[in-house]
């Protein structure tokens, strides 16, 4: 990656986040902090990694994008409305009835969301099953799907695992977006999940960890991942929940926040930095 | 259209399996997107001959009924129409969410084989056992929900659900059912079919109870009581106006499933029935509230009063009370 590249693809993180900070302050809160801890990796999917078009979101010959941690149907929004799959303004009407933007992700109204999720654990699943047919029709299509590291609570992303893996579906790139936090606390307080790295080899993924902050070892992740001929591949992200925004992230219960003044405060100022570099080269 | 015509005489017919089986065979031969999903009882449900037939066209999920129904909501993603297999509890309870979120509300095509429901289960016991599938899948929104009279009218249904997008829920028995309807018999989705005519008491029954309907219907016109006989074999969408029409005049209904009384046929006729306002008692049997058991399926039909002398005493007790 150049220098450009990259710098582009923090120009795209810098408007995502400030599109899910806007996004929150416009509905007084949400799930904020599930929604900036994969900033970074959409930045990285639809900035680089990912075929797809925009103005044709049902292409068939399109990679596969699933958020089986559904409830960051905000981030995933924010992404799309930088990639132009809609406008932006239109993602404000986040949670009004009628609205295209549910809080979280439904594929029969939200153009670019390939799976509708929110109950956990079945991302994955249809990320499996999308994969499994892409091979049985020879193509070199990818899905990408993030689960997020509460969600390995559910039994389901374990059977999920175990099938991919069996049938060694290395054209699913399986993210764990590990933001250490869940709804009610820590993770390792309410289940402790151990070494997910451990356990995804255990299972026969092909795994490694990256900084699920850098853009650079996030995609030079997926490249090595897509390298993978063998198994399936799992790529763990270290990040932070309410990633990026320091105040947020330092908030105990930043799953699902509802904003007080300070806090709006704090998402103005950091909208108004963020800005700044992604609109430092209009 | 409609062209079935009724057996007058017993003929040896396969297992349902057999048909389930055959038919997908047939309809992978025509249709390539056809694919079969099994959850480790390919032995059970015969899918494992499909996987030998038509290798590229079976899917082993093994032994992960929820993840088997993503996996089939994912392929439907891609144009394949998925045929998932597993025992209707596993499906109904234990995938019940997965069937909703993946499936039905994603607007996803899933046809489920969901076999041996209600004492179909025999010696599987109690635990296999679902008398409550019926409750769940009806209120899945746009679902379509059948319980077939026999190997006939699987192998139509079969083709019919095909060519159709959504889910298709299709409980029954793996094993022998009474052949009611001659081969070639064409049905119509959300149609009931009236078997026997009669004036005075109205029989709805599916599945495993048609045959113990029709017997019980020939007892009681010896009887005395003309009793007419419907094949209700789409649940849902349930033929309302069929049952208003052939309703009226009667004197008592009776609704006959391998169910609960609860949220199976016997409710949604009961919703028909107060909805118009129609003053004619129903009778519902079916399973009474009741955990399934271990045992033969005669000793269960008879334990949880699925019988024709147990319908054909529903009606006499009504009538001489």
Same mark, same amino acid.
């Given at each position: 990656m150049t220098p450009q590249e990259l710098n582009q693809l923090k120009k795209y993180s810098a408007h995502i986040r400030a599109n899910v900070l806007k996004l929150m302050k416009a509905k007084n809160g949400g799930h904020l902090g599930g929604s900036l801890s994969?900033?970074?990796?959409?930045?990285?999917?639809?900035?680089?990694?990912m075929r797809y078009d925009a103005k044709n979101p049902r292409d068939p010959h399109r990679d596969y994008f699933v958020l089986s941690k559904g409830h960051a149907g905000p981030g995933l929004y924010s992404a799309l409305s930088v990639f132009h799959f809609f406008d932006e303004a239109e993602i404000y009407t986040l949670n009004e009835g009628g609205t295209r933007f549910p809080s979280h992700p439904d594929r029969t109204k939200t153009p670019g969301v390939d799976a509708t999720t929110g109950s956990l654990g079945q991302g994955i699943s249809v990320a499996a099953g999308i994969a499994y047919a892409?091979?049985?029709?020879?193509?070199?299509?990818?899905?990408?799907?993030?689960?997020?590291?509460?969600?390995?609570?559910?039994?389901?992303?374990?059977?999920?695992?175990?099938?991919?893996?069996?049938?060694?579906?290395?054209?699913?790139?399986?993210?764990?977006?590990?933001?250490?936090?869940?709804?009610?606390?820590?993770?390792?307080?309410?289940?402790?999940?151990?070494?997910?790295?451990?356990?995804?080899?255990?299972?026969?993924?092909?795994?490694?960890?990256?900084?699920?902050?850098?853009?650079?070892?996030?995609?030079?992740?997926?490249?090595?991942?897509?390298?993978?001929?063998?198994?399936?591949?799992?790529i763990v992200l270290d990040t932070i929940k309410g990633q990026g925004i320091p105040y947020f992230e330092n908030i105990a219960d930043n799953h699902s926040v509802k904003l007080s003044p300070a806090d709006t405060v704090v998402i103005d100022e950091s909208v108004a930095a963020l800005s700044a570099i992604y609109e430092e080269a209009k | 259209m409609t062209m079935w015509t009724a057996l007058k005489e017993p003929f040896a017919a396969k297992e349902q399996r057999a048909v389930f089986v055959e038919t997908l065979q047939e309809l992978i031969d025509r249709n390539p997107r056809v694919v079969a999903l099994e959850a480790d009882l390919g032995g059970a449900s015969g899918f494992?001959?499909?996987?030998?037939?038509?290798? %590229?066209?079976?899917?082993?999920?093994?032994?992960?009924? +929820?993840?088997?129904? =993503? @996996?089939? #909501?994912?392929?439907?993603?891609?144009?394949?129409?998925?045929?998932?297999?597993?025992?209707?509890?596993?499906?109904?309870?234990r995938?019940?969410?997965?069937?909703?979120?993946?499936? %039905?509300?994603?607007?996803?095509?899933?046809?489920?084989? +969901?076999?041996?429901? =209600? @004492?179909? #289960?025999?010696?599987?016991?109690?635990?296999?056992?679902?008398?409550?599938?019926?409750?769940?899948?009806?209120?899945?929104p746009d679902a379509l929900v059948f319980d077939p009279a026999d190997g006939v009218q699987l192998n139509w249904l079969l083709h019919e659900l095909v060519d159709r997008t959504g889910i298709h829920y299709v409980r029954t028995t793996r094993k022998d059912i009474r052949p009611i309807y001659k081969p070639g018999s064409t049905f119509e989705i959300g149609k009931g079919n009236i078997l026997t005519a009669g004036k005075d008491v109205l029989l709805l029954a599916m599945g495993e109870l048609l045959g113990e309907a029709l017997d019980a219907a020939a007892r009681l016109q010896q009887a005395g009581i003309s009793t007419e006989v419907i094949d209700m074999f789409t649940i849902k969408p349930l033929d309302r106006d069929l049952i208003l029409q052939e309703a009226s005049g009667k004197k008592l209904i009776v609704t006959c499933e391998n169910h609960s009384v609860i949220n199976g046929l016997g409710s949604a006729v009961a919703d028909v029935i107060a909805e118009?306002?129609?003053?004619?008692?129903?009778?519902?049997?079916?399973?009474?509230?009741?955990?399934?058991?271990?045992?033969?399926?005669?000793?269960?039909?008879?334990?949880?009063?699925?019988?024709?002398?147990?319908?054909?005493?529903?009606?006499?007790?009504?009538?001489?009370?």
């Open positions: 994969i900033v970074e990796v959409l930045s990285v999917l639809y900035g680089r990694q892409l091979k049985l029709q020879g193509t070199d299509q990818y899905v990408y799907c993030i689960v997020g590291d509460g969600e390995l609570n559910e039994g389901q992303c374990w059977e999920a695992f175990q099938f991919i893996a069996s049938y060694r579906l290395n054209n699913l790139i399986v993210f764990i977006d590990d933001n250490k936090r869940q709804l009610d606390g820590y993770t390792k307080d309410i289940i402790n999940p151990f070494d997910i790295v451990e356990k995804m080899r255990a299972f026969g993924f092909s795994t490694e960890r990256v900084n699920g902050g850098s853009e650079e070892a996030i995609s030079a992740a997926v490249d090595r991942a897509k390298a993978v001929t063998d198994s399936a591949v799992c | 494992s001959k499909i996987k030998e037939s038509h290798p %590229a066209h079976f899917v082993q999920v093994g032994i992960s009924e +929820a993840n088997m129904i =993503g @996996v089939a #909501a994912g392929m439907s993603l891609r144009g394949y129409i998925p045929f998932v297999h597993t025992f209707a509890p596993f499906v109904a309870r995938a019940c969410d997965q069937l909703y979120m993946a499936g %039905a509300y994603s607007k996803n095509t899933i046809n489920v084989f +969901a076999s041996d429901p =209600g @004492v179909c #289960a025999a010696t599987n016991g109690g635990t296999h056992t679902t008398f409550e599938d019926l409750g769940f899948i009806r209120a899945l118009a306002a129609l003053n004619i008692p129903l009778r519902k049997v079916g399973i009474q509230d009741r955990f399934g058991q271990v045992g033969s399926l005669k000793y269960l039909k008879q334990t949880y009063g699925l019988t024709a002398e147990h319908i054909q005493s529903v009606v006499q007790d009504h009538f001489s009370a």
